[in-house]
Each structure stands twice: as structure tokens, then as C-alpha cells.
């Protein structure tokens, strides 16, 4: 869970239903990176040859599910950027405190 998240059905005393949908801060930013993520996914699933970029997030529930649940309400727009692939290798040795990032342009042969 998030900083400052509250188990389902103990949001301070308003009487929330246990298993039911708890109010996250849109400020926060695991929320943001879930954005960001769920973002990714929409542009990588849409086939405008242009990018929807992120212009506010609107509202941002959790629920606990076995697991928990992340509903996002997001504001976007499409962006003057066109779709671009790109293939990034990020690789990290944290027992050496080490992360090197390699960008190419273009996707990757398997």
C-alpha cells in the first residue's frame, strides 16, 4: 500500500465498508508511477500514430481484493509526439550499487 493509505473500511472514522474502495492522495507518487504505468498501456494499445501524454489525475481509489486494487481516473490529451519505438536495457548489480542504461533507437531482433 501506499504511504499514508488506510486499510479498506478504516478511513478515520467515516464509516467506510470493509472491502470497500478507499480515497489515495493523486499527489503521491506511487500513484503518479501508476499512472505512468497505465499510461504506457493505453499508448501501447491504441493505434493513434500519436502519444496520449497525462494531463491530470482526477481521482484515486484502492480497494483491498487479495491484493490491492488501484483505480484511476486520469485526465488525458493527445500529445504533437508521434509513437517512436525504442528498445532499454537497464541492468543492475545492487551488491555493487551499480545500474547502467542502454537506449537504442528502434525495437530489438529476438
Known sequence: MTNGDSFAGSDGGSG????????QNVSSEDIKELAIKGLTKINAQSNSAHLIGLAEIVKAESQVVSGVLYILTLRVG?????????TVKIWQQP???SEQITITEGLEED
Not at 493527445?78 to 525504442?86: A, G, I, V
Open 95 to 97: 551488491w555493487k550499487n
Open 78 to 86: 493527445k500529445t504533437d509526439c508521434l509513437k517512436n519505438f525504442y
Open 16 to 23: 467506510g465498508i470493509p472491502g470497500g474502495r478507499v480515497k
